[in-house]
């Protein structure tokens, strides 16, 4: 059963979108190699309090952190750690708030430094399907135009979709229905109707679509070990066009992140 938000619901999520993202925007300020991904952490749970707000990851579940932060061959969930970023990785970081009951959660992945070619093609497609997904988010539509939206963009690419994990509504609780796959049929899926609230978040990776879930529980690997890029946006579900409540604007006109 998926509730459309209110208008007043869909401002607390707005509010939790903008800062999401400046959060974001904080933590790409200092992506370089030499950097630790704990450093990262830090960073993103500092500016979220002092905004007032709580990062609803850390304790999610037992997760420690703050942010997700999954290196390469890591998808999502990845740990902070002691890790050093070195030149030619990229860091994907996931970041939730908490602001008067609802929820904010966007993410995006960095390159460290310089990348290859190949590794830079995969975070420009895994971004713009996205975009692609967003573009289908429109009152009428199914869950599973997004998911085609999606998957026919990054394979047409030669990339894959990750099949297990796929973005989902947002509201007062920080994984609500409907679930929103990367992949799918047109015209398949729960309907979607005006002032619904949703995470779209593609999960591309450079090889075979396989993933493993590390001993820990958490970490989501790609099996051949290749890249993995993941965006996420939340948006609003409108006639005609949906619109964003997180944007990666604070990131890529204000940050040190060259396009
Ligand atoms: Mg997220
Ligand atoms: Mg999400």
Not at 224 to 229: I, V, Y
């Given at each position: ?182 992949y799918g049929r047109q015209g398949h899926g729960t309907k979607l109707l005006e002032g619904m609230t949703i995470c779209i978040e593609p999960m591309i990776c450079a090889g075979g679509r396989g993933v ?20 996420e946006l939340t948006v609003v579900v409108r006639k005609g066009k949906a619109e964003q409540l997180s944007t990666f604007d604070f990131i890529e006109k204000d940050g040190n992140i060259k396009f």
């Open positions: 059963m998926v509730r459309p938000k209110t208008e007043e619901e869909i401002e607390l999520l707005r509010i939790n979108g903008q800062l999401v993202s400046r959060t974001l925007a904080e933590v790409g300020k200092i992506v370089a190699p030499g950097v630790t991904t704990l450093e990262l952490d830090r960073v993103a749970e500092t500016f979220i309090r002092d905004n007032g707000a709580i990062p609803s990851f850390k304790g999610f579940e037992g997760f420690p952190s703050a942010l997700c932060i999954s290196v390469n061959d890591v998808v999502v969930h990845g740990f902070p750690s002691d890790y050093v970023l070195k030149e030619g990785d990229i860091v994907s970081v996931d970041c939730g708030t908490l602001y008067k009951g609802y929820n904010g959660d966007s993410a995006y992945t960095f390159p460290v430094g310089e990348v290859d070619a190949e590794t830079r093609k995969l975070l420009d497609v895994t971004k713009a399907s996205l975009y692609k997904g967003i573009e289908a988010a429109v009152a009428g539509n199914r869950t599973g135009d997004i998911g085609h939206a999606v998957q026919s963009y990054a394979e047409s690419f030669g990339f894959s979709v990750v099949r297990e994990l796929e973005g989902h509504g947002l509201g007062t609780e920080m994984h609500e229905d409907p679930g929103v796959p990367n493993y879930l590390a001993r820990n529980g958490w970490a989501v690997h790609t099996s051949d070990h290749r890249n993995a890029a993941h965006y």
